[in-house]
Each structure stands twice: as structure tokens, then as C-alpha cells.
């Protein structure tokens, strides 16, 4: 009799801890933040020079683009980044990407707006939001100290 029983009890958990293929079939798919988003082009501006930057497909870039068009006093920060902190918080899903690239545009917290213009190597948390498609001139054009940039929808 206890083996009977035993029998059904494992059976049972065997049906039960696994989802039917209906069940799987209607899960929702996970998607990484890597991934762009459709029309995810955007223009930054520095002085007279335009730059292209593709925006990922994630809640954060999707609510900066919201906020588009501006122009910003962006801030000096390390000799290899601007930032700028933004009027409102934005989602987040911050992570450390251990590796900062030249031309990636971030989220530090969830207001400060921060683009890169060096790569280096880091140990805090950002939720990046995308990155300049062609960095040639980059460096020199955002040069050292405080300047206006403007984000423009594509």
C-alpha cells in the first residue's frame, strides 16, 4: 500500500512541475536589453558635428526618447565622460557592463544621463540605453570641459 501511494505522489509531482506545452507555449518570451529598438535612431548634436546613436529596446530607452527633443549643459566628469542630471527618473535595470566604451550612452541611478567618450574598465552599475553608431571625432568633439549637446529624434 505505501508503495501504491508513493507511486502516486511522485507521479503527481511529476505532472505538476512541468508546465504542458500549452503552458510553454504562452509564456512570455524573454528578450535582452542588447537587442535595438525599431526606429531606435536618434541625433546628437556637439556644436556643429551630428552624431548617430542607436537606442536599445528597453523600457529606459524608450522613456529618454520620450523626452527628446532637448538640449543640455552636459558636465565634465574623469577626462572621459559628460553627464547631465535629467529633470526626472527614468526606469532602470541597472547592471555593470565591467567594460565602459568609447560612445556608449548610459543611465547612472535613474537621472543621471551619461555619455562616454574613452573605454575603460568599471565597477559601477549603469543601464545603458544605447550608443553612438560611428564614433570618429567623438573625443575631440566633446574636448574637455562643460558643453550644450542636443538629442534629436532621428
Do not use: R
Not at 507521479?11 to 512541468?18: D, L, R
Amino acid at each position: 500500500m505505501k508503495s501504491v501511494l508513493l507511486m502516486v505522489l511522485i507521479f503527481t509531482s511529476v505532472i505538476i512541475g512541468n508546465p504542458s506545452p500549452c503552458e510553454k507555449a504562452n509564456a512570455p518570451i524573454k528578450t535582452e536589453n542588447n537587442v535595438t529598438m525599431a526606429n531606435g535612431k536618434i541625433k546628437i548634436t556637439v556644436n556643429s558635428q551630428i552624431f548617430t546613436a542607436t537606442l536599445l529596446d528597453n523600457t529606459t530607452a524608450k522613456a529618454f526618447k520620450e523626452l527628446l527633443p532637448m538640449t543640455i549643459q552636459m558636465n565634465e566628469l574623469n577626462g572621459n565622460e559628460k553627464y547631465y542630471d535629467l529633470p526626472k527618473s527614468l526606469p532602470t535595470n541597472s547592471t555593470n557592463p565591467e567594460s565602459i566604451k568609447n560612445g556608449d550612452l548610459m543611465l547612472y541611478g535613474s537621472k543621471t544621463l551619461v555619455l562616454f567618450y574613452k573605454t575603460f574598465p568599471t565597477s559601477y552599475s549603469y543601464t545603458k540605453l544605447g550608443s553612438i553608431d560611428d564614433i570618429t571625432g567623438l573625443e575631440k568633439a566633446l574636448g574637455s570641459g562643460n558643453l550644450s549637446i542636443t538629442f534629436n529624434n532621428n
